[in-house]
């Protein structure tokens, strides 16, 4: 049975872990606003529950991850989200960097690759009261039937910049992605200023689960 229980004790977890993330440098209101209101145990198992509020990644199944709390915050922070953008997001997994994104107000469509993670998520967001858009497949090569897009996030890895994002970003549209060796990436952010005209900016270290399919690993072997 599920249990969507939110504790005075979660949200006092909560709320410390947003002044953790405020130290470490995550300035925008909005965002630790909605770290602070989605309560992150919500998608963890029952056996890690205790652990939902540390600022690390945890299994999620399929060999996935929930991402780190501080990285949820830094790509957000980055895609400068303002309601009513149409974002998408590659990498659903357990759908709660898309219940942020949600929370700041965005049409998000979301694609995850593992069947099984795609069915989960797209049965319990709206359990929880969040609307996005699922879709199943190789979000490598983004989403052409949505496109374009005013925001992009990536939530896995890619051994470079996928030409289909830039390709279904708007003009003024903005593109954050992990890129890097399999150990780990800089966070990256391309800002389309015209359509030949991109804007990269490079920002520290992190460690993601790969991004599979096309335009991804699975094309650069
Ligand atoms: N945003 C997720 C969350 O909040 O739980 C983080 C998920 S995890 C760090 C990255 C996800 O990207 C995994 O669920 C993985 O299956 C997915 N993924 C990897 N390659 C993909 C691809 N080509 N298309 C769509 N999803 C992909």
Do not use: C
Not at 169 to 195: A, D
């Amino acid at each position: 049975m599920l249990n969507l229980e939110d504790t005075y004790s979660h949200k006092g977890q909560r709320k410390a872990l947003v002044e953790l993330i405020k130290k470490k440098g995550i300035q925008d209101e909005a965002v630790l606003n909605a770290i602070n209101t989605i309560p992150r145990h919500f998608f963890f198992e029952s056996a890690l529950h205790s652990h939902a509020y540390e600022d690390k990644a945890f299994p999620i199944g399929e060999g996935q991850t929930i991402s780190q709390p501080f990285t949820v915050a830094f790509q957000t922070e980055l895609l400068q989200v303002e309601p009513g953008d149409k974002v998408l997001e590659i990498g659903t997994g357990s759908g709660y960097q898309a219940s942020i994104l949600y929370l700041l107000g965005a049409e998000l469509h979301t694609i995850e690759y593992q069947k099984k993670l795609y069915e989960q998520t797209k049965k319990f967001l709206p359990k929880i009261g969040i609307k996005v858009n699922f879709y199943h497949g190789d979000g490598s090569q983004g989403l052409p039937s949505q496109a374009p897009f005013d925001k992009i996030i990536v939530t896995a890895a890619a051994p470079e910049v996928p030409k289909s994002l830039l390709q279904q970003l708007k003009v003024g549209g903005i593109l954050v992605i992990p890129i890097g060796g399999r150990l780990s990436q800089k966070m990256m952010k391309f800002t389309k200023r015209s359509p030949k005209k991109i804007i990269q900016e490079e920002f520290e270290n992190f460690a993601f689960v790969p991004l599979l399919g096309k335009e991804g690993w699975e094309g650069s072997k």
